[in-house]
């Protein structure tokens, strides 16, 4: 099991940045992706961007171009950028996991709260 705590979510003005992290609990170098969702109140979850172990990355095209998400494996970490946020990128944002030999293991953190608002 990969326990997963996200950190580093706040309040940020429109057109400000932000990095959020996530550390998992044990190495993540193996992994079959490590990847950022985020969630508003009434709406499923999306997918925001995710890195796979080879570090090819893919984004939701509502963030291609502002985002990055990055990973270092020495810390077990996995960071996402945020640059030119809007108030639409309001969210809590989720850190999942996903790793075995079929991906059929899965593990998701508690959340940070991103909120965009002047």
């Known amino acids: 099991q990969v326990h997963l705590v996200e950190s580093g979510g706040g309040l940020v003005q429109p057109g400000g940045s932000l990095r959020i992290s996530c550390q998992a609990s044990?190495?993540?170098?193996?992994?079959?992706?490590m990847g950022w969702y985020r969630q508003t109140p009434g709406k499923q979850r999306e997918l925001v961007a995710v890195?796979?172990?080879?570090?090819?990355?893919n984004y939701a095209d509502s963030v291609k171009g502002r985002f990055t998400i990055s990973r270092e494996n020495a810390k077990s970490t996995v960071y996402l950028q945020m640059n030119s946020l809007k108030p639409e990128d309001t969210a809590v944002y989720y850190c999942?996991?996903?790793?075995?030999?079929?991906?059929?293991?899965?593990?998701w953190g508690q959340g940070t709260q991103v909120t965009v608002s002047s």
């Open positions: 999942n996991a996903v790793w075995g030999d079929r991906s059929e293991f899965t593990s």
């Open positions: 044990g190495s993540i170098s193996s992994l079959y992706l």
């Open positions: 890195i796979f172990s080879g570090d090819r990355t």
